[in-house]
């Protein structure tokens, strides 16, 4: 029984190399395909946007890694980022380094706990990105009055519930945040929970909101390529 399982694993995964690599046969020369570290995740970002060193990623994202906390959190993850920026760099996760601005994908696939396996909700889901999304009016509050509080003037554009695919369920939020003092940013962020309940799969797209509003058909294809499939086991 249990070498059925890893096969049809095997079996689907091959299936998802294909899809990817058979779409990349028709436009390569556009498009970049990304798959996730689980092997059930891929997107593309335009083949101009230049992946990001994973070492200053990383470093982003966990803090110090000769930490211990960060290298457990880093265990449990895999992520990957694209700038469109000629020079990458994770800087440009939350906010651009120059004017004109170019979009900024980051994709993280997170191995959930026994505890967060059983508080996982379509809010937890709106949250797994990198700010929060879904908070009370009087902690958005506290957090906007502080100083030391980089990110104001929260604005939700876009919430939507994606279609359930196979027991995958999903989540499309898309928000304004004012950043650092600079100019307002746009995130794009989709959000999936696995069929099993045990990985949260997100992609985070930033540009500044004019960006966004520029380039909008250009990053909805991006995420609109967000897929999870479900691997039968």
């Known amino acids: 029984m249990e070498r059925t399982r890893v096969g049809a694993r095997l079996v689907v995964a091959a299936a998802i190399a294909v899809l990817v690599g058979a779409s990349a046969g028709c436009g390569g020369a556009d498009f970049t395909y990304v798959m996730g570290g689980d092997g059930q995740s891929y997107f593309k970002v335009p083949a101009s946007w230049r992946k990001v060193d994973q070492k200053s990623l990383d470093e982003k994202i966990f803090g110090d890694m000769s930490s211990a906390l960060a290298q457990a959190e880093k265990k449990l993850s895999w992520t990957v980022a694209y ?3 000629g020079t990458p760099s994770a800087d440009h996760l939350l906010a651009p380094a ?3 601005d170019e979009p900024f994908a980051f994709a993280m696939v997170s191995a959930l706990t026994e505890a967060q396996r059983d508080q996982v909700s379509l809010n937890g889901l709106r949250n797994a990105g990198m700010l929060p999304v879904v908070v009370t009016d009087e902690l958005r509050k506290q957090m ?3 100083a030391a509080y980089p990110f104001k003037g929260f604005e939700l554009l876009h919430d ?3 279609p ?3 027991g995958v369920r999903g989540v499309h ?3 304004n945040f004012k950043v650092l003092g600079g100019p307002v940013q746009t995130f794009d962020q989709t959000a999936y929970l696995a069929a099993d309940g045990t990985r949260v799969s997100v992609l985070l797209i930033r540009c500044s909101a004019t960006c966004y509003r520029e380039r909008a058909g250009e ?3 991006i995420a609109q390529s967000f ?3 479900r691997i039968p086991g």
Request: no cysteine; glycine share 8%.
């Open 83 to 85: 700038d469109g920026f």
């Open 98 to 100: 120059a004017v004109p």
């Open 144 to 146: 906007e009055e502080s």
């Open 160 to 162: 939507e519930v994606l």
């Open 164 to 166: 359930s695919d196979n």
């Open 173 to 175: 939020v898309v928000y």
């Open 219 to 221: 990053i909805g294809k």
């Open 227 to 229: 897929k999870v499939k």
